[in-house]
Every structure is written in structure tokens, then in C-alpha cells.
């Protein structure tokens, strides 16, 4: 149950453009995302539900396929503060959440 | 508003012996949830409240681990007895109904449980 995240890691330099996705084998019904920085607990970013409603701080981006049980998280012009590990929980059947392993982003000058 | 408050932030216990957390959601928040965070790893549920009730313990493994809500405010989760890969950051977060709908998660500053 537990989704999967892509990538794994990845580097930018300030400025540049990410994405990070997290795919389900099983149906969902909504995604979480949070964002972690080292030592510290995570940090809630985004929820999108099934049915296109969404939550989120304005500067985030996301996207939920419905079909595909994926979503995306859309990282634009990085800042160095942007820099941390990225997750996705997946939720099935209105309360069971599960957490995908991690994107581990960074942000160079 | 107060934050998700836990204690204590660090424990070092050697294996075989027992070790309690604790924590405090935001108030008014229903859904209390502890997870388990290995280091590199992403935070894996082991129980979820609603308000006194257990919504999901599936992936709690009920031989050594319990925890309790009893007046569905404060929480208290138990390790007893621990093993080595139990060593973990224990992670409290609270939120103000299930995680269907638009209810996101405030999670505590965590404990961090080192066995020997």
C-alpha cells in the first residue's frame, strides 16, 4: 500500500524547475504532501482530493490524476529554502494514510 | 496556537527494557496518529485516533507496542520491551478530522529512540 516515489533525489541550482510523483497501485482517495527538513518534523504543503478539490500554501503546485492514482508535485523557480525531503501520503478509503520513502531535494546557489 | 507537543525529545534505553512517549495534539484536533520514522525513511503509521477510538492500528505490531487516548485528548505510546530496530524517531501528529477530506496533518518535534 505504501506508494512509490520518483525520483529519489535530486539537485538543482536556485532557480530551476522540479517535479516529484508518487504513484498507488490501489485506488485513492486523496494525497498529502509534506515537505521535511533535516532534524526537524514535516511541514504540510498540499492536499488534493479525488474530485479535484485541493489545499495548499499559494506557491505550490500539484496535480492528482485520478486515472493513473499519481499525483505531482511542481517545484518552479527553487529556492534554497526549498531544499528538504519531499513526501507524499496516499489516502485509501478515507483514513488510512500511508507515506512514500521520500524525495530528497537540493537547492544549490 | 500551541503546536503538537511531545515528550520526552530523547531517550536511550538498552534493549528488553520499556519506554513510554507522550503527547498532546493542538486542541480540538479529533484524529491523533503516531508514526514511526527510521532514519532515511518515510514515516510509517502505527496507530490512528479518533477521538478515543482506534481508526487504524494495522501496521502497529501489537506484541510489544500499545498506545492509548483514553479521554481523546493527550496520547501515550509504549514500547515494552524494546529491541534494537525499534531505534526510531517517534513521530505525534494531530489533525482536526480523519485524513479523507482537507485536513492536514501538524505533526510534533518528535522523540528519538535509541536502543542499545
Known amino acids: 500500500q505504501q506508494p512509490v516515489q520518483s525520483p529519489q533525489a535530486v539537485i538543482l541550482r536556485e532557480g530551476e524547475d522540479a517535479v516529484i510523483n508518487c504513484s498507488s497501485s490501489?485506488?485513492?482517495?486523496?494525497v498529502h504532501w509534506y515537505r521535511q527538513k533535516h532534524g526537524e518534523a514535516p511541514v504540510f504543503l498540499m492536499i488534493?482530493?479525488?474530485?479535484?478539490e485541493q489545499k495548499g500554501h499559494e506557491k505550490i503546485s500539484a496535480s492528482f490524476n485520478e486515472k493513473k492514482q499519481q499525483s505531482s508535485l511542481y517545484l518552479t523557480a527553487s529556492q534554497l529554502s526549498y531544499s528538504g525531503t519531499y513526501f507524499c501520503?496516499?489516502?485509501?478509503?478515507?483514513?488510512?494514510?500511508?507515506f512514500g520513502a521520500g524525495t530528497r531535494l537540493t537547492v544549490k546557489p | 496556537e500551541a503546536g503538537v507537543a511531545q515528550s520526552p525529545r530523547y531517550k536511550i534505553i538498552e534493549k528488553r527494557q520499556s519506554v513510554a512517549f507522550w503527547c498532546n495534539p493542538i486542541?480540538?484536533?479529533?484524529?491523533l496518529y503516531w508514526y514511526q520514522q527510521i532514519l532515511g525513511q518515510g514515516p510509517k503509521l502505527l496507530i490512528q485516533?479518533?477521538?478515543?477510538?482506534?481508526?487504524?492500528d494495522s501496521q502497529l505490531p501489537k506484541d510489544r507496542f500499545s498506545a492509548e487516548r483514553l479521554k481523546g485528548v493527550d496520547s501515550t505510546l509504549k514500547i515494552q520491551p524494546a529491541k534494537l530496530e525499534d531505534s526510531a524517531v517517534y513521530l505525534c501528529?494531530?489533525?482536526?478530522?480523519?485524513?479523507?477530506?482537507?485536513?492536514?496533518?501538524?505533526f510534533g518535534p518528535g522523540t528519538r529512540l535509541t536502543v542499545l
Open positions: 485516533f479518533q477521538n478515543n477510538g482506534v481508526v487504524d
Open positions: 486542541s480540538g484536533h479529533a484524529t
Open positions: 501528529a494531530s489533525s482536526l478530522e480523519l485524513a479523507g477530506g482537507l485536513n492536514e496533518q501538524f
Open positions: 488534493l482530493l479525488k474530485g479535484g
Open positions: 501520503g496516499t489516502v485509501y478509503n478515507n483514513n488510512d494514510m500511508r
Open positions: 490501489k485506488a485513492l482517495y486523496s
